[in-house]
């Protein structure tokens, strides 16, 4: 017996003989082992590949503490003039995303965060806990540090939940760095990214990122350059480009569509350097997160309804367009990518095949 298991051992593990003494694994990489140590094979290092695993939070019960009905601009909503949610029906918005996530074959996982989180700033309620906070990468999770006061906190209970869930934890946003990675890091493929500065980040933050993602096999970055909200948001589509997804998404191979009001000429110039075909949103439609819509797999996207000339366009260009209703949410600047959090998707097509 003792024989059959040492045969099975040269098999499973590199380098190893009988009876001698272990020697570094070096030819043994994290990837190799991730899914053995830590259960899956964590990582979503891609815009648009097969999406597999993600984590979402269902809306409800959240507690506005005093700071928020006393100051609303500053803590809720950047100066727009309806301050709150109808919350049955933004569950009811919720509850048919999921099930178009679960019609598209996609495990949901359901964070369940207790009803009322506090920011650190606040004595309680942080307001939209279905903000997702971790940008997967092979191998795991960034976590980021939001940027403002009424989000504050959301990092622990991120940080926690994975923990949980037994993801890896590549990184945390330290020091003077604000990044809120998840909207806004954008993969054109698995070597390719786009970062962007914006009131949510800034480039101590996207320094931080950078070699991580260079470890993890990203070899070109590009850092975009997003115009923001001053007094409030609501006069045009820029004041929603506080996330690089809100302007822009990749929604198949060499396919995006991005609102050229919220994005830096550069940045354009940058994509069609990379053969990639932009669909224009017009301004009424990036306000309504026309841009912000999940891939599921290449050419098939979930996406708010009510924008009807962009989903006209991904639909002469091929593209499969799953619409669900987000009122409660998008006039607020958060559509599908904000609401869900993937885990594990496959890497999909890349810009040099």
């Known amino acids: 017996m003792g024989d059959d298991i040492k045969a099975r051992l040269k098999t499973t ?82 509850d048919e995303m999921v099930a178009a996530l679960r019609s598209e074959g996609i495990e949901v996982i359901h964070a369940n965060f207790p009803p009322t989180v506090k920011s650190i700033y606040t004595n309680k309620g942080i307001k939209s806990l279905g903000a997702m906070q971790a940008c997967m990468v092979d191998g795991g999770a960034i976590i980021g540090r939001t940027a403002i006061a009424g989000k504050r906190g959301l990092e622990r209970l991120w940080t926690e939940k994975l923990v949980e869930l037994g993801c890896p934890i590549l990184y945390s946003i330290q020091g003077s760095g604000i990044h809120e990675p998840h909207g806004n890091i954008v993969f054109l493929d698995p070597k390719h990214c786009i970062q962007a500065t914006s009131v949510r980040s800034n480039m101590e933050g996207v320094r931080q990122v950078e070699p991580i993602m260079r470890m993890t096999g990203v070899v070109e970055f590009h850092v975009a350059r997003l115009p923001n909200y001053l007094y409030n948001m609501e006069r045009t589509g820029a004041g929603y480009a506080f996330h690089l997804v809100n302007v822009f998404s990749m929604v198949d191979e060499r396919l995006a569509v991005i609102y050229p009001g919220g994005i830096d000429y550069d940045t354009i110039a940058y994509l069609r350097s990379k053969k990639i075909q932009l669909i ?56 599908p990518i904000c609401q869900i959090n993937p885990l594990v998707r496959d890497h999909g097509p890349s810009l040099e095949g």
Not at 16 to 27: L, N, V
Not at 282 to 291: F, G, H, L
Not at 311 to 330: D, I, P, S, W
């Open 280 to 335: 224009e949103v017009p301004e009424k439609e990036a306000t309504n997160m026309a841009c912000n819509c999940m891939a599921v797999r290449p050419g098939v996207v979930i996406m708010a309804a009510g924008n009807p000339t962009t989903t006209a366009q991904l639909r002469e260009n091929g593209v499969r367009v799953v619409e669900v209703q987000m009122t409660e949410t998008a006039r607020f600047g958060s559509g």
């Open 13 to 94: 593990i590199p380098g190893y003989e009988p009876g001698m003494p272990a020697h570094r694994m070096d030819d043994v990489t994290w990837m190799d082992e991730l899914e053995l140590m830590w259960g899956r094979k964590w990582g979503a290092q891609s815009s648009i590949g097969e999406l597999r695993t993600v984590i979402v939070h269902r809306p409800g019960g959240e507690e506005l503490g005093d700071e928020f009905s006393t100051d609303p601009v500053y803590f809720m909503n950047f100066g727009k003039s309806d301050a709150y949610f109808d919350m049955e029906r933004k569950q009811r918005q919720h």
